[in-house]
């Protein structure tokens, strides 16, 4: 079985970046529906458009626009700004989830594959890793977050020794800011690509 956690985080990552996970982008913003229709104010009518680290991807605006609501648009944007831009941690730790980013910041096609296929709550045993003690235990707290929701303390504490307590809790705000997109997009299939299956890294 694959890594449950990580098909649901990257088939939410890519619609919010405005690409299907892979090494070549794809064309996101296809004009297709969501569940509920997309609400555009006009340029200029709408705080959330001031966001522009965020505004600027075609499918992240769609995932606002489903919100129906600008003040919780404004704070999804608000929210999404610091995970993306301007948390502590570690950048391939931050970007474990999210490969053409993880590319820009060092992660090896290796690493890619490896915390794609590895089932979930395994990555402590995989042989040979290609992973750094740091990023196998992001990835089992990730797994436990996603997964299970109660994080045991010997695996928060796994990678609490490797990071201080500012960067604890940007990790754990990560994983929770990145599975609320996934259950997000999914859920309301927004540009109707749920169904789109995430392809391997290459």
Not at 14 to 39: I, S
Not at 51 to 64: A, D, N, Y
Not at 109 to 128: D, G, M, N, V
Request: proline share 9%; net charge negative.
């Amino acid at each position: 079985m694959l890594h449950f956690n990580l098909s649901l985080l990257l088939c939410g990552l890519a619609l919010l970046m405005g690409t299907v996970v892979g090494h070549a982008p794809v064309k996101r913003d296809d004009n297709l529906p969501a569940r509920v229709p997309y609400v555009f104010p006009a340029p200029g009518t709408d705080s959330v458009r001031r966001f522009k680290p965020i505004v600027t991807r075609s499918s992240h605006i769609k995932v606002t626009s489903s919100l129906q609501d600008e003040g919780l648009a404004a704070g999804w944007n608000a929210l999404a700004t610091v995970v993306r831009d301007n948390n502590s941690l570690p950048a391939p730790m931050r970007e474990l989830f999210h490969e053409p980013v993880g590319r820009e910041v060092g992660l090896t096609l290796e690493q890619l594959l490896e915390i794609r296929l590895t089932p979930a709550f395994l990555s402590p045993l995989t042989p040979k890793t290609s992973l750094t003690p740091e990023l196998s235990a992001a990835l089992l707290l990730a797994d436990f977050m996603t997964n299970a929701v109660k994080v045991p303390q010997p695996v928060f504490d796994g990678l609490h020794k490797f990071l201080d307590d500012k960067q604890m809790v940007d990790a754990v705000a990560t994983v929770g800011t990145y599975n609320l997109v996934s259950r997000f997009v999914l859920a309301l299939d927004v540009d109707s690509k749920a169904d789109v299956p995430v392809p391997l890294p290459e």
